[in-house]
């Protein structure tokens, strides 16, 4: 457990207040998206994403401005990135997932022409809702509430469209009811049709958000679920709403220049393979949490519809890049582990999560992976921070939003102090480690912390070298 931090900030009341201020009762007003901040973070998130004033904040503190570059590791649908642009500080996001990354891209861009982007949706839209009348098909809301299903298909046509064998394999079961998956075809294929690549990306991201939130059957509590089956639903007027809430965000903003943001679709275990040079100042991240989550359940509807992943290949490519943050994401030469073979507190939790494993009976595959997912989760993130030291400038300040996870038989993972050990470990300064909020854990009942830790790359000549356990840089 790394001592510097510990008793650093003790005195300093800012600190101490930041440490406090985040209660169980305060949650849900922590994490929400404000509605002053909805311009174009609106267009698509991740339902856990970080809000936009955690990144404004940070950024305060480290005295961040148009002279700095920021980087966001695990930029997700583009939180910091957005929020950096907005604020006209230059930055990059490095994202794994082909989904995440073309939402980045997308909010990152407000070149195109708003009355265009409108016009051009309107004329998809009425081509859409007419291919759709003449096979008997109703699409303006509001649609009846009980309709069953063989009234559905009573009008409509005998075949409705439906996914190539390959790609339905890869939806989550009834996820998306037949009727509202053939209305949605019939619109990606109008917007083939009428392609136009100024617009096409927005309209897109707007299809995937639509999709999500109104279309499907999907629901978030907070892990991605399917609900009760809708045998109908609205698909052209949500689409079109997104766009045009899109194209009323794109107003203002195409009156800013706005700062650069580049976004690589890449591993964020090799930064150094798509950047050169001390060059980034800061990171404001979220990195994936060590528990049972899979991120590509989260947004697999709208990548597999939308032509993101096309087959299980692109699945397992997809997942290869990924830090090992669950055991549906383990493949047998995966060694990240090496990392951590010498960290004491790792280990010990690996095999108490394999004891109660073994104590308790339990046999299925993904079981018995629990230990060694949590020794791949660590080495990763201590594979990437070793890595993320060659594109940091001396001083770089970084924030790493992370969480207590018992998500393994119920053994607790203190996710931030472990995290900020390895970094200690690998040269960084910890500065501290701060209190966002906590959330009760559905198992143990217990409250779990999500903690900001933060860190300082003092340069590689400035790093201490006595009293520090070094991580064996695997050959």
Same mark, same amino acid.
């Given at each position: 457990?790394?001592?510097?931090?510990?008793?650093?900030?003790?005195?300093?009341?800012?600190?101490?207040?930041?440490?406090?201020?985040?209660?169980?009762?305060?949650?849900?007003?922590?994490?929400?998206?404000?509605?002053?901040?909805?311009?174009?973070?609106?267009?698509?998130?991740?339902?856990?994403?970080?809000?936009?004033?955690?990144?404004?904040?940070?950024?305060?503190?480290?005295?961040?401005?148009?002279?700095?570059?920021?980087?966001?590791?695990?930029?997700?649908?583009?939180?910091?990135?957005?929020?950096?642009?907005?604020?006209?500080?230059?930055?990059?996001?490095?994202?794994?997932?082909?989904?995440?990354?073309?939402?980045?891209?997308?909010?990152?861009?407000?070149?195109?022409?708003?009355?265009?982007?409108?016009?051009?949706?309107?004329?998809?839209?009425?081509?859409?809702?007419?291919?759709?009348?003449?096979?008997?098909?109703?699409?303006?809301?509001?649609?009846?509430?009980?309709?069953?299903?063989?009234?559905?298909?009573?009008?409509?046509?005998?075949?409705?469209?439906?996914?190539?064998?390959?790609?339905?394999?890869?939806?989550?079961?009834?996820?998306?009811?037949?009727?509202?998956?053939?209305?949605?075809?019939?619109?990606?294929?109008?917007?083939?049709?009428?392609?136009?690549?100024?617009?096409?990306?927005?309209?897109?991201?707007?299809?995937?958000?639509?999709?999500?939130?109104?279309?499907?059957?999907?629901?978030?509590?907070?892990?991605?679920?399917?609900?009760?089956?809708?045998?109908?639903?609205?698909?052209?007027?949500?689409? +079109?709403?997104? @766009?045009? =809430?899109?194209? *009323?965000? !794109?107003?203002?903003?195409?009156?800013?220049?706005?700062?650069?943001?580049? &976004?690589?679709?890449?591993?964020?275990?090799?930064?150094?393979?798509?950047?050169?040079?001390?060059?980034?100042?800061?990171?404001?991240?979220?990195?994936?949490?060590?528990?049972?989550?899979?991120?590509?359940?989260?947004?697999?509807?709208?990548?597999?519809?939308?032509?993101?992943?096309?087959?299980?290949?692109?699945?397992?490519?997809?997942?290869?890049?990924?830090?090992?943050?669950?055991?549906?994401?383990?493949?047998?030469?995966?060694?990240?582990?090496?990392?951590?073979?010498?960290?004491?507190?790792?280990?010990?939790?690996?095999?108490?999560?394999?004891?109660?494993?073994?104590?308790?009976?339990?046999?299925?595959?993904?079981?018995?992976?629990?230990?060694?997912?949590?020794?791949?989760?660590?080495?990763?993130?201590?594979?990437?921070?070793?890595? +993320?030291?060659? @594109?940091? =400038?001396?001083? *770089?300040? !970084?924030?790493?939003?992370?969480?207590?996870?018992?998500?393994?038989?119920? &053994?607790?993972?203190?996710?931030?102090?472990?995290?900020?050990?390895?970094?200690?470990?690998?040269?960084?300064?910890?500065?501290?480690?701060?209190?966002?909020?906590?959330?009760?854990?559905?198992?143990?009942?217990?409250?779990?912390?999500?903690?900001?830790?933060?860190?300082?790359?003092?340069?590689?000549?400035?790093?201490?070298?006595?009293?520090?356990?070094?991580?064996?840089?695997?050959?």
């Amino acid at each position: 457990m790394p001592k510097s931090w510990e008793s650093a900030n003790e005195h300093d009341p800012i600190m101490k207040r930041e440490l406090h201020t985040s209660t169980p009762d305060t949650n849900g007003a922590v994490n929400r998206l404000a509605p002053e901040d909805s311009l174009v973070h609106d267009w698509y998130r991740f339902v856990l994403s970080f809000p936009p004033h955690l990144v404004r904040d940070y950024l305060q503190r480290f005295g961040i401005g148009r002279d700095h570059t920021v980087l966001d590791p695990f930029c997700g649908t583009g939180t910091t990135i957005v929020e950096c642009k907005k604020l006209g500080i230059p930055s990059i996001g490095v994202e794994a997932m082909p989904w995440a990354y073309f939402v980045t891209t997308v909010k990152t861009d407000w070149t195109p022409d708003p009355d265009g982007l409108v016009r051009h949706v309107r004329e998809v839209a009425a081509l859409a809702r007419e291919q759709l009348q003449s096979e008997g098909i109703e699409d303006e809301p509001p649609l009846p509430l009980f309709r069953s299903t063989s009234m559905v298909g009573s009008h409509h046509p005998k075949v409705l469209r439906k996914l190539p064998p390959e790609k339905e394999k890869l939806l989550l079961t009834n996820s998306i009811s037949p009727l509202p998956l053939h209305k949605t075809l019939v619109l990606l294929e109008c917007l083939d049709q009428c392609r136009d690549e100024k617009f096409r990306n927005h309209e897109l991201l707007a299809l995937g958000k639509a999709l999500v939130f109104s279309i499907s059957n999907l629901n978030f509590g907070p892990e991605v679920g399917v609900g009760p089956a809708k045998p109908d639903s609205p698909v052209v007027a949500p689409w +079109l709403a997104s @766009v045009e =809430a899109m194209a *009323a965000d !794109l107003r203002p903003l195409r009156q800013t220049e706005g700062a650069p943001a580049g &976004v690589h679709n890449a591993d964020a275990r090799r930064i150094s393979e798509i950047l050169t040079g001390c060059t980034i100042d800061a990171v404001v991240t979220s990195p994936p949490y060590p528990n049972e989550k899979d991120y590509t359940r989260t947004t697999r509807l709208e990548s597999v519809l939308l032509g993101f992943i096309k087959d299980k290949a692109d699945l397992r490519a997809l997942k290869r890049g990924l830090i090992r943050s669950n055991t549906r994401g383990v493949y047998k030469g995966d060694d990240d582990d090496r990392w951590v073979s010498d960290h004491d507190e790792i280990q010990r939790i690996a095999k108490a999560i394999e004891t109660r494993r073994v104590k308790l009976g339990k046999t299925s595959g993904f079981e018995r992976q629990y230990h060694r997912v949590t020794k791949l989760y660590f080495g990763g993130m201590a594979r990437h921070l070793a890595d +993320l030291r060659t @594109v940091l =400038a001396p001083g *770089a300040q !970084l924030a790493y939003v992370v969480g207590d996870q018992a998500s393994y038989l119920r &053994v607790m993972i203190r996710t931030g102090p472990l995290l900020a050990d390895i970094a200690e470990s690998l040269g960084y300064d910890v500065v501290n480690i701060d209190l966002f909020r906590t959330r009760l854990a559905t198992a143990t009942k217990e409250q779990l912390r999500e903690e900001v830790v933060i860190l300082r790359w003092p340069g590689p000549r400035q790093r201490r070298l006595s009293g520090v356990r070094a991580i064996k840089v695997p050959r």
